[in-house]
Nanobody
Framework: QEQLVESGGGLVQAGGSLRLSCKAP???????????MGWYRQAPGKQRELVAT???????NYAEFVNGRFTISRENAKKTIYLQMNSLIPEDTAVYYC?????????WGKGTSVTVSS
């Protein structure tokens, strides 16, 4: 069983919305609750970049390009984080990866692909 499992990607037209989910099925609740979580993305031919993070205490941080379009949230009881993406543009096309940091250990999901058509 994977450490982190992303879902929710797909093909959407520009201006549309998607909600990505990342579940941590192997975590015990206290581990997940105590973890900093985040979303990163990697577009074809580009390096992986930060999209948004959320601390164990719920403090959020966003990349500048998000510009108010995305919202990261977490639901500890479900060991899940979300990325609500609105007003998508073709430049948002990428594989989106979930990231978990807990006590110095870092984990990555396998990613979910998002394609935004113009």
């Amino acid at each position: 069983q994977e450490q982190l499992v992303e879902s929710g990607g797909g093909l959407v037209q520009a201006g549309g919305s998607l909600r990505l989910s990342c579940k941590a099925p192997r975590n015990i609740l206290s581990t997940f609750s105590g973890s900093a979580m985040g979303w990163y993305r990697q577009a074809p031919g580009k390096q992986r970049e930060l999209v948004a993070t959320i601390s164990s205490g719920g403090i959020t941080n966003y990349a500048e390009f998000v510009n108010g379009r995305f919202t990261i949230s977490r639901e500890n009881a479900k060991k899940t984080i979300y990325l609500q993406m609105n007003s998508l543009i073709p430049e948002d096309t990428a594989v989106y990866y979930c990231n978990q940091v807990w006590r110095g250990y870092e984990y990555w999901g396998k990613g979910t692909s998002v394609t935004v058509s113009s």
